[in-house]
């Protein structure tokens, strides 16, 4: 059995002393709103108690769905690669960036590079001659989805973080990287291992307005629709999403988690984080999938069970 943490939306990150010259552009609005608002609701301290709290856990791999900073300040990015390191090693966690993430467009080595051995695939995994992804001002370091083979577990990381316009938080997964998607899916399926797929934006339309969708969503739906996938886990949205995708493979759970640093007003959006127990099934399907979660008590003031083990989908 692997047991696999799911984490998003963590919004660690101060950028409240931006420089002035970095807010002439869509940066200005994310500073305020966080001033305003953000930053009573998305506390470093209750990210720090989950980052404690899941250290006590038997997690064997951590999956973090993006949004780490707030504004993509290059400051941000430095506390960020502070914060993954608190989480655990490199071939410990898998990140996948968020919309917050690529707030502008910034060159790769003044921010995601800092963040690079948790965004890359096992060596073994990348294709002989495969071409990096042209993302933001410079290439993705790797080719795309990004791939990591942990036990009978294999962990495919889809990148929908790219620069928008003001007052847009959408994503796009790109023809280059669907096309070469279904070609991993369906190689990892013949190798008879569990598919998990990170993605940072919803798969599934159903609660995401269309500022804040992937674009091309319903392409990356009809991708793992026709080649298979045992579980797809994303961010995004702040709250707790249970839908179900028909594939080749039958109906799979698709799960979004809760921010990990949520303690505002809205207790539908308290901060969780997500455990999986993955095992060979006994019976019809490929997997068996147990799911536990794990909420911030303002009263306790640390993460605990939350409505005990729930048998996915």
């Known amino acids: 059995m692997i047991t696999l943490a799911h984490l998003s939306d963590l919004h660690a990150t101060d950028p409240s002393d931006a420089p002035f010259a970095s807010l002439l552009n869509k940066r200005f609005f994310g500073w305020l709103s ?19 709290d899941l250290k006590g856990q038997t997690a064997d791999h951590v999956a973090l769905t993006g949004d780490l900073t707030n504004i993509s300040l290059p400051d941000e990015f430095e506390v960020g690669a502070k914060i993954l390191d608190a989480i655990g090693p490199p071939a410990d966690v898998t990140l996948v960036p968020g919309n917050h993430d690529a707030y502008v ?3 790769f080595d003044a921010g995601w590079k800092l963040w690079a051995d948790y965004l890359a695939s096992d060596p073994a995994e990348v294709p002989e001659g495969a071409a990096v992804e042209p993302l933001h001002r410079e290439a993705f370091p790797e080719p795309l989805p990004t791939v990591r083979v942990r036990g009978q577990v294999a962990i495919v990381g889809v990148c929908t973080a790219v620069a928008t316009l003001p007052f847009m938080a959408s994503g796009r997964v790109g023809r280059v990287q669907l096309e070469r998607l279904r070609e991993v899916l369906e190689s990892l399926r013949e190798r008879g291992l569990c598919r998990v797929v990170l993605v940072h934006h919803p798969v599934v339309d159903a609660h995401v307005s269309p500022r804040r969708r992937c674009f091309d969503s319903k392409a990356l739906r009809a991708v793992i629709a026709g080649a298979g996938a045992d579980l797809v886990l994303h961010g995004h949205n702040h709250r707790s999403e249970f839908h179900r995708l028909s594939t080749v493979d039958g109906e799979i759970p698709v799960v979004g988690v809760r921010s990990g640093s949520y303690a505002g007003p809205n207790e539908k959006k308290t901060a969780q984080y997500h455990l999986y ?4 099934s006994s019976g019809e399907r490929r997997f068996d999938v147990t799911l536990r979660v794990r909420e911030w008590s303002p009263h306790s003031r640390e993460f605990e069970e939350h409505d005990g083990p729930r048998a996915l989908p």
């Open 34 to 52: 966080w001033r305003l608002r953000r930053s009573r609701r998305y506390r470093r301290e209750v990210a720090e108690a989950l980052i404690a």
């Open 105 to 107: 467009a910034t060159r």
């Open 277 to 280: 127990e993955i095992e060979p």
